[in-house]
């Protein structure tokens, strides 16, 4: 017996559907102001497919970040298993962070509305999920072979996310790109000292996610 149009079986790309969907109609209404019934009109199919993927509208916020940034998160892993210095290898990773934010410029946008702190929170637990292991295994593997000299790899690796986190949010408050230039050479400086590297060592346009 043939299924109708509106059952609750998968089907091959209906989690992408739904995904994209609601990616849709949260940056043109917001999250509060779309309920999963118009998630499930939008895709044209039955409530019961949308729980099959999702337990909640909850649940596709969490699963759109973690698409946005999972090219990024990819790129970073490549990029840290590369025949290079450690500390080289750090900067890339962190400017991977940045690369999310000149590449999904509409979504990370949405982000940093005012009012979007559940889905700011969401973000930056899974950039720290994602990237920081990363940046605790190359500060690790410097300290053994003793290019690095970091006494607390698992706190340095913290600042150092943070720093990045910082100047990605802080193009969305800060209205000139010169004070942007500023503080994007007050994070390589940082990065600079905590690494215990030279002054200038650190690549702005790589550090900033502008070349890589």
Known sequence: MSRSPTSSAPAPGRRESILDA????????????????????????????????????????????????HPFGEAARARATEDRPPWERVVEVLSQVLRIRSERGPLMAYIHREGNLKLHETFLRRVKERFEPLLISLLEEGMASGTLHVHAPEETASFLLVTAEYLFDSPHWLGDPRAYEAQLKVAASVVEGLLGLPHDAVDLDLLGGRKG
Not at 45 to 63: C, M, N, R, W
């Open 22 to 69: 609601a990616e849709d109609l949260f940056l043109r209404q917001g999250y509060e102001g779309t309920s999963v019934h118009q998630v499930v009109q939008r895709v044209g199919i039955a409530q019961g497919t949308f729980y099959y993927h999702f337990p909640s509208k909850e649940a596709v916020l969490d699963a759109l970040v973690e698409r946005a940034l």
